[in-house]
């Protein structure tokens, strides 16, 4: 093979046989041939000459309408449906995963009951598709006209109108947090579980009160594996939350498209959408960059 | 020795101990608690169909070494666990310090203890694992004062000034802000050594503390807990080491099987075993 040159290990032609250090030199001295990647260069050209002709597009195709985007960009509506994706992923990520902690820990508990619960939960949620869940809760008033809190199966002591007390904004969250509670539940589990068990017997030893044992052993060991996966699950839901748009509720992806039922100018308002999103969920990432860094405390050497 | 290890004496039961304590001390344990430490009677542990200690009995005085030898599946690491009650007891009861482990006595029941009262009995009863279990995510000094802060309630001042004396007495002052991972093995197992004492235990657990070294960092190990030996401080040690059974036990136990096969002076126990499964033991590790 002449494109690769594997160091002389013990091929038996003769011209290794002059470069082993019998011959008295010294191999010190000697030049240092590095291995040659021809096709590495080739792949790196066709992918550059593919990236110009997109990026080329970008700019030249009149059809992305840049005027149009940059009109729409930061004009009052499309801020304020920024504005209310932004609360969306808010109250569905905190309200998820305070749910999700919890029924992992019922998955992790010592009663068959709570276990059995939280499995059902888990499995009814991921399997119920979440815009028919959205759907649902939307109509929740059909099904329950009045909501009553109170002794159960007793008498109540407060009691809502349910079209009055869920309207769209909040089934919207309700939906979200009930979704991604299911999945945050098997995040922190897989969290609590990847923590060596010699962790909280440790602490059992120690006799370190039990909540303490959670907060201050258990959980900042479980964040390290917990983080990349929750991460993944806000930004999966940042853009979930386009799935709203089904409920009239005004969000991104829902006030762009109302936009541009009325203008037509399709493409560019859906880059508007687009960057938006784009430019949020980076910072999302560069804040799971620094919030990583922080639970990393004592891994590295 | 360089590095002088002297235990704090032991302090009195934590300030809220239930009143019940008293009344805990099985009825026929003896009258001279102050000289028995340990009381360990026909004690049974199953783990599902395998029976891993089958009836134990053992006595551990006061400021003596008592140190468990035997092969690998013998249960003597079980057994050190059940001391603290990491694991539960099937049958017969162990005692620290005149008061029962993991139960309380009223009558003729033996009523189980709520985790919390568990916890609180353990904080006499210091361990050290074979894998040191340090808290990786918190530095040295935090690993030492956790346990005195969140289980006696000492003030965190006087937690901090104490883990710096026991860090000194194990050699490491300079090393209060380093991660558990940027440290050796040997070294890692001694601030677990001085995190166990950070309790002012009246009673050390050790489990195989040097099996999970390399060669070279058992002797500083070895060397600390001799220290401590020679402190009077009552311990229990499950090893390997012959050598160090040999200079520093009072009482050398050789189990298999479950059972306690033999037990007396290392001088008996050692060099002249009566028993036939201790002198073939003996003569592959010797």
Known sequence: MSLTSDPPLAPPDEETERTTPHDGSDLSELTVVPVRHPWRWVAVAVTAVLLAQFLNGLITNPGWEWDVFARFFTTETILKAVWVTLQLTFYGTVLGFALGIVLAFMRLSASPFLRAVAYGYIWAFRSIPLIVQLLFWFNLAYLYKELQFGIPFGPGFLTFDTMNLVGAMSAAVLGLALHQAAYAAEIVRGGVLAVDSGQLEAAAALGIPRLRQLRRVVLPQAMRSILPNAANEIISLFKGTSIVSVMAIGELFYQVQVVYGRNGRVVPLLMVATVWYILLTTVLSVLQHYVERHYAKGAVR | ?286
């Open chain 2, 1 to 286: 020795m360089s590095t002088p290890i002297d235990v704090p004496a032991p302090t009195e039961a934590p300030v809220d101990a239930p009143a019940a304590t008293e009344a805990t001390a099985p009825a026929d344990a003896p009258a001279s608690a102050t000289d028995v430490m340990v009381e360990i009677r026909s004690v049974h542990k199953s783990f599902g169909a395998l029976e891993v200690l089958r009836g134990i009995d053992l006595s551990v005085r006061a400021g003596e070494v008592t140190v468990v030898l035997g092969p690998s599946g013998s249960g003597k690491s079980t057994l050190l666990r059940t001391i603290n009650h990491l694991e539960k007891v099937d049958q017969g009861w162990i005692s620290v310090d005149g008061t029962l482990v993991g139960y309380r006595r009223s009558g003729n029941k033996l009523y189980e203890l709520r985790e919390r009262e568990v916890l609180r009995q353990r904080t006499r009863i210091g361990f050290v694992f074979q894998n040191f279990n340090l808290f990786p995510h918190l530095t040295v000094l935090e690993n030492i004062i956790e346990a005195p802060v969140a289980a006696l309630g000492r003030p965190r001042k006087e937690a901090v000034a104490a883990a710096e004396a026991l860090l000194a007495r194990v050699g490491l002052a300079d090393k209060s802000g380093a991660y558990p991972k940027q440290l050796s093995g040997g070294q890692q197992q001694r601030v677990a050594i001085a995190r166990a004492l950070a309790l002012e235990p009246k009673l050390l657990l050790f489990d195989e503390p040097t099996s999970a070294l390399d060669p070279e960092l058992v002797g500083e190990v070895l060397d600390v807990i001799k220290d401590l030996a020679h402190q009077g401080t009552t311990m229990i040690v499950v090893t390997h080491e012959i050598g160090f059974a040999r200079e520093v036990a009072d009482t050398v136990v050789f189990m298999d099987q479950g059972r306690i096969v033999e037990q007396g002076p290392p001088a008996d126990v050692l060099d002249r075993p009566v028993q036939e499964r201790t002198r073939a033991f003996l003569s592959k590790v010797l």
